[in-house]
DNA sequence: ATCATAATAGACCGATTAGTCAATCTACCC
DNA sequence: GGGTAGATTGACTAATCGGTCTATTATGAT
């Protein structure tokens, strides 16, 4: 799996990641990625047709990513409350533990640099998400907002705390912050009685 | 204050406001700018200095804009849940009567082509929440969790609101939505015995 | 009427861009 | 060793970029 030939590919995928995150797409020359890369102009475009198809597969790579990681240890016998806190844990250490491609999400996950059917084929992964949030409504154990209302907020709330561990940058240990913020968000979207 | 001076002036700000939240800065050339202005080339260089200032006047033009919107009917005797409620109503309603405005700002709030100085002068102008915020938590209304955990959760969950309300572009009233989302953030952030 | 200053215009320039292309190199099969 | 398909190269190009410059017009004070 790992040639010469796959070696080029993922160095250019790699740099794209970083000068991407650093300037954004358009602040970005071609010719820069493939010199820090160490590759010719020329490869960059046999691998990728265009400079939108480069940030395209970059995209959903790591939307991919993504979606592994906070799919994992997620067991659908277990009670909702446990299952969301598991997500919530999932999401908040794949972003301390993978800045660039956090930074990255956020800054792209919107861009008009990447189509639409990109971004809707990178939104379908987490219909998962949805799926548990909404058996939480219907068991009663979260309140009855609406579900993209309940989905927004759980999903803007991470991602608020990953970043603010990232701009503290190893200052401490993320665990007891992650434990806290996931108090604040189960008891904003939880129902009264419900929360254990 | 309306003489042909300003007008071409404002004209170029607002089709600037317009394109760069539709294609990134890098993305939209000058000539772009000045051609849907109806400007010639040299009348955006007489106004700003480089492309550069432009966006730097926008991005602080918009923030103080955005400090007043949030910060109207704000009453400093009135207890803390009724002052958050208000900034959370604020923002709301600014966000959905201004969506350019909101779109640009939550794309270029951390973009690398505005200096540092002119981020730092924009956040500044949002002290006056960090305070309601300590002030909540010293009083024991909010949970005693670190500021910067509660004011950043408190932003995104209400940023996340207006998203929501964003995309489903005026197919339902906003004001329910808007009580609905309080009750949620409220939860989240104040002490268990003193949410009245 | 005169003059100074600011507003406006658009042709123009050097630098840079995404992408091409013909040539070479590498790896592997027979 | 001969052949073939893919990987790799970097000089090259047509187009476009941010920004300059000189010329012209509008405004207003005296």
Redo the contacts between chains.
């Keep these: 799996m790992t040639g010469p030939h796959t070696d080029k590919r993922q160095a250019i995928l790699d740099t794209a990641l970083d000068l991407f995150c650093?300037?954004?797409?358009?602040?970005t020359p071609t010719s820069m990625i493939t010199r820090e890369a160490g590759v010719a102009t020329g490869t960059l475009f046999h691998y990728f047709r265009t400079k939108e198809a480069l940030i395209e597969t970059l995209y959903l790579d790591i939307k991919g990513e993504m979606r592994e990681a906070l799919y994992a240890h997620i067991e659908t016998k277990d009670p909702i409350r446990a299952q969301i806190q598991r997500i919530c844990a999932n999401y908040i250490r794949w972003g301390a533990e993978n800045p660039r491609k956090f930074q990255f999400m956020e800054q792209f996950c919107n861009?008009?640099?990447i189509s639409a059917h990109a971004h809707e084929e990178g939104m379908a992964q987490f219909t998962f998400v949805h799926d548990i949030v909404r058996r939480g409504i219907d068991e009663g154990v979260l309140?009855p907002?609406?579900l993209?209302?309940?989905f927004?907020?759980f999903?803007?709330?991470t991602?608020?705390?990953v970043?603010?561990i990232l701009s503290?940058a190893g200052r401490e240990a993320i665990d007891p912050?992650m434990d806290?913020?996931f108090?604040?968000?189960w008891?904003?979207?939880a129902a009264p009685a419900a929360d254990q």
Tied chains: 1, 2.
């Excluded at 650093?22 to 602040?27: I, L």
């Design positions: 650093e300037r954004g797409f358009h602040g861009a008009p640099q309140k907002h609406p993209g209302l309940q927004a907020m999903g803007a709330s991602a608020a705390v970043r603010l503290r912050l806290e913020a108090d604040l968000i008891d904003g979207i």
